[in-house]
């Protein structure tokens, strides 16, 4: 296939005239040179090389296999996809190596057959689940196996993210993606709450999941001192757990070294409107994370005795609020706040993200100090 050679620096520019002009071949894609150049391929219709509308860039003879396939659509015959054209996914989740995908009824009998395109597609991953809608007292994702690379349909997975892995399960634990940078604003928050306070913190994290936002804090060196951590679900716990021990025993030191051991390491699976009633719970906590959306502000007032007194503190959390009642969420935190003798040094109240027409996911952050 006939290709135009062009300086690597050029490429884009090159390729944006090749289309323009409709010059560019799709059968195959740029090809990197060794003398520092990429070679672009042309179709039939571009203008031949002596043309001095490539500016003297030569033109090379290079055998090319041709583009694979890129989006498991092209996995399926080309008339059924068509049939059906409105009606495919559009989108999945992936978590470790499982997909999750919701499918239609009206594609529901070409399930197997859109697991198996999906698994040719997509090389790392193991398992396809159909996701049928949350169900249970935790709100967990009922998850369909719609095909297996291995024959194996255990949903239990690992992620990477921000440099540390996470056990998860998606038909046991809710875990979101999609909240990585409100975890690495934890990780901010924490680093100046650390700084003010000259010394490595206490965490607090009743609904805490798998531990995502544990991940990161216990990633950084010399951040935390120790932690009170659980969550309701049983499953979430035993994650948790696995999680925990990992992240803690590759933790370092400033220098690099193995980091002292953390202390208090408490982990409950148990409601956290009922910590409180544990004295060994009460005033240890210099950041207190509240990750209940639905019910976040209204715990607050519950939840602060386990913050240190007489000192900075961080309570960060993220709540659901009616759009048209943000001011009332807003002035609902600062009361659980001061019924609790607590003075707002510093008070942000921000959106996330949409969650319905009406309704935002909203994170809420404030600096106080507790009198005694």
């Known amino acids: 296939m006939r290709?135009?050679?062009?300086?690597?620096?050029?490429?884009?520019?090159?390729?944006?005239?090749?289309?323009?002009?409709?010059?560019?071949?799709?059968?195959?894609?740029?090809?990197?040179l060794e003398d520092g150049r990429n070679a672009i391929p042309l179709n039939d219709s571009a203008p031949q090389e002596t043309d001095q509308v490539w500016k003297n860039n030569p033109h090379l003879e290079i055998e090319t296999q041709p583009k694979g396939p890129t989006h498991w659509l092209d996995h399926i015959d080309e008339e059924l996809a068509e049939t059906h054209r409105e009606d495919w996914p559009r989108s999945y989740e992936i978590q470790g190596d499982v997909l999750i995908v919701k499918i239609?009824?009206?594609?529901?009998?070409?399930?197997e057959m859109i697991a198996d395109a999906m698994l040719t597609q997509l090389p790392n991953i193991r398992l396809v689940c159909a996701d049928m809608g949350v169900k249970g007292e935790f709100r967990v994702r009922e998850l369909y196996p719609l095909g297996s690379r291995?024959?194996?349909?255990?949903?239990?997975?690992?992620?990477?993210?921000?440099?540390?892995?996470?056990?998860?399960?998606?038909?046991?634990?809710?875990?979101?993606a999609r909240l990585s940078n409100e975890r690495i604003e934890t990780l901010a928050s924490a680093k100046l709450l650390c700084g003010k306070l000259g010394h490595p913190l206490v965490v607090?994290?009743?609904?805490?999941?798998?531990?995502?936002?544990?991940?990161?804090?216990?990633?950084?060196?010399?951040?935390?001192?120790g932690y009170f951590?659980?969550?309701?679900?049983?499953?979430?716990?035993?994650?948790?757990?696995?999680?925990?021990?990992?992240?803690?025993?590759?933790?370092?030191?400033?220098?690099?070294?193995?980091?002292a051991p953390l202390h208090p390491t408490e982990l409950h699976c148990r409601d956290a409107l009922d910590w409180i009633h544990d004295t060994n719970n009460l005033n240890q906590t210099d950041l207190l994370l509240v990750n209940l959306p639905h019910h976040s502000i209204e715990h607050i007032e519950t939840l602060l005795p386990l913050l240190k007194r007489n000192q900075t503190s961080?309570?960060?959390?993220?709540?659901?609020?009616?759009?048209?009642?943000?001011?009332e969420s807003e002035e609902a935190i600062h009361r659980a706040i001061s019924s609790a003798n607590g003075t707002v040094e510093q008070f942000t109240f921000k959106e996330v993200k949409g969650f319905s027409t009406t309704k935002s996911f909203m994170c809420f952050e404030a600096w106080i100090n507790l009198s005694a």
């Open 229 to 259: 951590v659980g969550d309701l679900n049983p499953d979430a716990v035993d994650l948790l757990s696995l999680n925990i021990e990992y992240l803690a025993s590759r933790r370092k030191d400033k220098r690099g070294n193995p980091a």
């Open 150 to 176: 291995d024959g194996t349909v255990e949903t239990r997975t690992r992620i990477r993210e921000s440099g540390y892995l996470l056990w998860v399960d998606p038909s046991k634990v809710y875990f979101s």
């Open 314 to 327: 961080v309570l960060r959390g993220w709540a659901i609020v009616e759009r048209a009642e943000r001011e």
């Open 3 to 32: 290709h135009l050679s062009v300086p690597s620096a050029q490429t884009q520019q090159w390729l944006d005239i090749c289309r323009t002009q409709h010059w560019s071949s799709n059968e195959a894609g740029v090809t990197h």
């Open 204 to 225: 607090c994290d009743p609904y805490a999941g798998v531990g995502p936002s544990m991940g990161a804090l216990l990633n950084e060196p010399g951040l935390l001192q």
């Open 104 to 111: 239609e009824e009206t594609v529901w009998d070409y399930g």
